[in-house]
T-cell receptor, first 113, second 118 residues
Framework: GNSVTQMEGPVTLSEEAFLTINCTYTATGYPSLFWYVQYPGEGLQLLLKATKADDKGSNKGFEATYRKETTSFHLEKGSVQVSDSAVYFCALSRSAGRRALTFGSGTRLQVQP | DARVTQTPRHKVTEMGQEVTMRCQPILGHNTVFWYRQTMMQGLELLAYFRNRAPLDDSGMPKDRFSAEMPDATLATLKIQPSEPRDSAVYFC????????????????FGQGTRLTVV
């Protein structure tokens, strides 16, 4: 079946540090890949997505590249801010048939001033 | 600003009571999902509707949970009877899924219903 594995958190960084949150997946076929962010007390918001191999999704300074050869979709940001503190979820959905999202366990990011 | 609306935002109920959670998906979306979020299990898919028809409810405890879409503007999730282990945040999400893989759009989440069963 489909599954998503994320690095354990929390990840604690100082402001302006470089961020990497690792995500690997297991899926049949060619899934679409997503990063969602959840701020305290809120629902999940789409951060970025990629629908095919070698696509790069980007938004608000965050980037992730769909790597089919390593089945990975790592999230990166060159300079984090305190406002980036949140829980980040990697997810996948199949490109046909059952398209519900399968989520990773989430990684909490804490950015200190 | 289109968004998924969930009611109530918070619900505290006694064990054994019926709980109904409601969701208004984004107008024009053809797919609705119900997820449950807990610290231990993370985000679990409970049910999944396409064009108001249930496609997958294998994640739901069938003896106590039920999900329906009476019309395109309303999805409901009911728990009867509720138990303390049902305490969680329940999220509804909607999306537009089309035939081409390139048009597999993302799911838009509501703010959730925080359920506490005492």
């Amino acid at each position: 079946g489909n599954s998503v594995t994320q690095m354990e958190g929390p990840v604690t960084l100082s402001e302006e540090a470089f961020l990497t949150i690792n995500c690997t997946y297991t899926a049949t076929g060619y899934p679409s890949l997503f990063w969602y962010v959840q701020y305290p007390g809120e629902g999940l918001q789409l951060l970025l997505k990629a629908t095919k191999a070698d696509d790069k999704g980007s938004n608000k300074g965050f980037e992730a590249t769909y790597r089919k050869e390593t089945t990975s979709f790592h999230l990166e940001k060159g300079s984090v801010q305190v406002s980036d503190s949140a829980v980040y979820f990697c997810a996948l959905s199949r490109s046909a048939g059952r398209r519900a999202l399968t989520f990773g366990s989430g990684t909490r990011l804490q950015v200190q001033p | 600003d289109a968004r998924v609306t969930q009611t109530p935002r918070h619900k505290v109920t006694e064990m054994g009571q019926e709980v109904t959670m409601r969701c208004q998906p984004i107008l024009g979306h053809n797919t609705v999902f119900w997820y449950r979020q807990t610290m231990m299990q993370g985000l679990e898919l409970l049910a999944y509707f396409r064009n108001r028809a249930p496609l997958d409810d294998s994640g739901m405890p069938k003896d106590r949970f039920s999900a329906e879409m009476p019309d395109a503007t309303l999805a409901t999730l009911k728990i009867q009877p509720s138990e303390p282990r049902d305490s969680a945040v329940y999220f509804c999400a909607s999306g537009l899924v089309l035939g081409s893989p390139d048009r597999n759009t993302e799911a838009f989440f509501g703010q959730g219903t925080r359920l506490t069963v005492v």
